[in-house]
């Protein structure tokens, strides 16, 4: 599948959705950072990095990207093994770390809400002070939430614990 090449319209477009230009980060202002995860060996550069604050962001970027065929590929702390966070056709990279949030716990039905730029290390402290346990174990304790989900990620723990699905 092909996508749609960036032009000028389309950032003016995306700043306007984000509407602070420090979020906002094109050519020379991406970070290499931004270009691959852990995982050696895939590497490319994502036409636009916006750093996302609110869900609205999220919804109209995805509707925008949607009606013009351009790729999105989201990205947390960009830990990650599996070459998920690695905007591979280019097209815009949604960094959702600064969505960091834990908005509640359930303690009755052991759920917890929380954004997906969430720190496992942070997770874990959060809930331990609630006398629980948060299983999933992944090596790198600055992953995010969000990526764990979407990668199914598990450690040392998953044997006796499951993954993260688990």
């Not at 950032?11 to 970070?31: A, Q, T, W």
């Not at 290499?32 to 895939?42: A, K, P, Q, V, W």
């Not at 916006?50 to 990207?65: F, H």
Request: hydrophobic residues 35%; glycine residues 10%; aromatic residues 6%.
């Amino acid at each position: 599948m092909s996508y749609k090449v960036l032009d000028t319209n389309d950032i003016n477009f995306l700043k306007k959705i984000i509407n602070d230009d420090k979020r906002v980060l094109i050519d020379g202002d991406i970070r290499e950072e931004y270009s691959h995860d852990e995982l050696c060996g895939i590497q490319k550069y994502p036409e636009v990095v916006l750093k996302i604050k609110e869900t609205r962001e999220v919804s109209e970027v995805m509707k925008y990207a949607n009606e013009n065929n351009i790729s999105v590929t989201p990205r947390g702390t960009g830990t990650g093994l599996v070459g998920a966070a690695v905007p591979i056709h280019g097209g815009i990279l949604l960094d959702l770390s600064t969505m960091n949030k834990i908005i509640e716990i359930d303690e009755e039905n052991l759920t917890v809400t929380v954004e997906t730029g969430v720190l496992l290390m942070d997770l874990t402290k959060y809930v331990e002070e609630h006398d629980l346990f948060y299983p999933p174990d992944p090596g790198e304790k600055t992953a995010t939430i969000g990526g764990n989900i979407s990668t199914n990620a598990g450690g040392m723990r998953a044997v006796k614990y499951g993954v993260t699905r688990d």
